[in-house]
């Protein structure tokens, strides 16, 4: 959506800048779905990370696009066809093993099925382009309060589900085999984990859309691991990071006629690159 | 309490995968505060015997008590190492807190405040204990193997253990790393009275530290002082080959024949 024809024009007084925003409502549900989003993809991210999932996240935002594209086909909320999707996605993947969630081959081949199994069911549809567009994107613009309360409590629910399980999940992330001789059901906890996975892939898939899911739930994540070697800290940081893009990134198309997933794609790529550069300085 | 409990006791176990018997009729006991090597061949079953200890697989036939029980899948009793190699090269996790999971990483929920600052006290310790307080703010990913052995200890020591298992601790070690390890091993397992059992590929490193040594070939398992198990008559014997034992000036022992024995056998 172009969003310049809305905008007064930008001020330096940022408050007023909000201020004329958020008369919109679809402004209010933007900024407010986009900081539940950001803030559980920092803390989900970091695990995904951690336990270097982070192509397994891919794919499940992937399968989840087969399963909008399809509730869109049948005439429901696609944010449910996701939520199912991915949910099945990942349950089947940590149920085929430990190791299940690593095989890039395997998991490509699945990948492209379901993308193009997506193809078919928008082409089925007959509906508009768009469609398929802001599944793939992202459509923050076009969030409605509905999802934004959907958003809210799957968003909840994520971050009671991981502030409980969290020292298992660091320990079964940082070494798997003393954390299982300890007791640890790693099948249960590789359930429980992909499931939250689903559903935090499935509410960022509205903001950045299922191509850029790399942008929320990666790459804050890996830069905090760049930055910080305290776990606790490593978590904020994502989540501050996933945040600072986000709310950048609709501040600036809202003045601009870009896509919002372009900016927050791009303000994370710059701030990974910048560390990667300081690091690297730093070590030689 | 008896003035020096049983922490492990087996009585006739015997252990096969599917058909095949990897060894049988086993009796030992290892007592509290005892330092115990673990040694034999490649694939003779030395880390299956932990993974009974651990209660991480069934023993076929036979009885094994741990801490007069059988064992049981996490026991906060024991502390373990397994073998290994390096930590997962992307983390940047310090080894401090590495450290403190050993304490908190099978607990729900999260600590915070003066809880954290507990368990970081704690782990803080258990590094000083394994002379490694220097490394506490290090990633793991930068450290050598010698000394992620070291943050291994300190996080198997971490919960306080009366039982550790530390599997190949030495290997890919230098002579000189190897000697520090064992020696602190031995030190700390003393001062602290931890019942210990370590894996290992050569006797000589142990030697001047355990008190005995349990010794796996061709099925069978022994049981005994270094002096008594490491002869030449008592590995012909387990070996089914004739393996000559040497003695050094220093009290170095050298194995021949092994190599040999173990072609023959397969």
């Known amino acids: 959506m172009n969003l310049s024809i809305f905008a007064t024009s930008f001020s330096l007084n940022l408050w007023t800048d909000f201020q004329n925003m958020w008369q919109y409502a679809f402004m209010r549900n933007a900024f407010e779905a986009g900081t539940i989003v950001a803030v559980v993809a920092g803390i989900v991210g970091y695990f995904v990370v951690l336990r270097r999932l982070s192509f397994a996240a891919h794919a499940l935002s992937h399968v989840g696009f087969a399963g909008a594209a399809g509730a869109v086909l049948i005439g429901i909320n696609p944010l449910i066809g996701l939520l199912l999707f991915t949910s099945g996605g990942g349950l089947t993947m940590a149920s085929l093993g430990k190791k299940a969630a690593s095989r890039d081959v395997q998991i490509g081949t699945v990948l492209a099925f379901m993308l193009g199994l997506g193809v078919l069911f928008i082409n089925l549809y007959k509906g508009y382009a768009t469609e398929a567009y802001s599944l793939l994107f992202g459509e923050i613009l076009g969030i409605s309060a509905s999802n934004v309360l959907i958003t809210l409590i799957a968003g909840i629910l994520i971050a009671v589900a991981i502030a409980i399980m969290y020292r298992k999940l660091l320990f079964t992330s940082i070494d798997e085999e003393v954390a299982e001789a300890k007791g640890i059901s790693m099948l249960g906890l590789n359930i429980f984990f992909l499931l939250v996975v689903a559903v935090a892939t499935s509410i960022a898939v509205q903001i950045v859309g299922v191509l850029l899911i790399f942008a929320l739930l990666v790459t804050p994540a890996a830069i905090a691991q760049r930055l910080t070697r305290r776990p606790s800290q490593g978590m904020l940081l994502s989540v501050i990071v996933a945040l600072i893009a986000t709310w950048f990134g609709l501040f600036i198309s809202y003045y601009l006629p870009y896509p919002v997933s372009f900016f927050i794609a791009t303000l994370v790529f710059m701030v990974y690159l910048i560390v990667r550069i300081a690091q690297a300085r730093i070590f030689i | ?266």
């Open chain 2, 1 to 266: 309490m008896p003035i020096n409990p049983s922490i492990i006791r087996a009585d006739n176990l015997s252990l096969s995968y599917s058909s095949k018997v990897i060894w049988k009729d086993a009796n030992f006991e290892v007592k509290s505060g005892e330092f115990i090597g673990l040694l034999g061949p490649n694939g003779a079953g030395k880390s299956s015997l932990f993974n009974l200890i651990l209660g991480l697989s069934k023993p076929s036939t036979g009885e094994l008590e741990v801490f007069s029980n059988q064992p049981k899948r996490g026991d906060s009793r024991i502390g373990y190492v397994p073998q290994r190699r390096t930590i997962d090269d992307d983390s940047r996790i310090e080894a401090l807190e590495y450290v403190r999971l050993g304490i908190s990483g099978t607990k729900l929920g999260f600590s915070l405040f003066k809880r954290a600052k507990h368990e970081r006290r704690m782990a803080y310790q258990a590094l000083i204990d394994v002379d490694a307080q220097n490394l506490a703010h290090r990633a793991l990913s930068e450290l050598s193997g010698g000394e992620l052995q070291r943050i291994f200890l300190a996080q198997a020591l971490v919960s306080k253990p009366n039982l550790l298992l530390l599997d190949e601790p030495l290997a890919n070690l230098d002579m000189r790393r190897e000697m520090q390890l064992i020696q602190l091993v031995g030190n700390i397992v003393r001062k602290q009275n931890i019942a210990t059992i370590l894996i290992a590929h050569d006797i000589n490193p142990l030697l001047p530290v355990v008190d005995k040594i349990i010794y796996i070939v061709n099925g069978k398992i022994a049981m005994g002082k270094p002096v008594d198990i490491i002869t030449s008559k008592k590995l012909s014997e387990m070996y089914k080959a004739p393996i000559e034992v040497i003695r050094g000036s220093r009290g170095q022992l050298a194995v021949l024949g092994v190599e040999e024995a173990m072609h023959h056998e397969s």
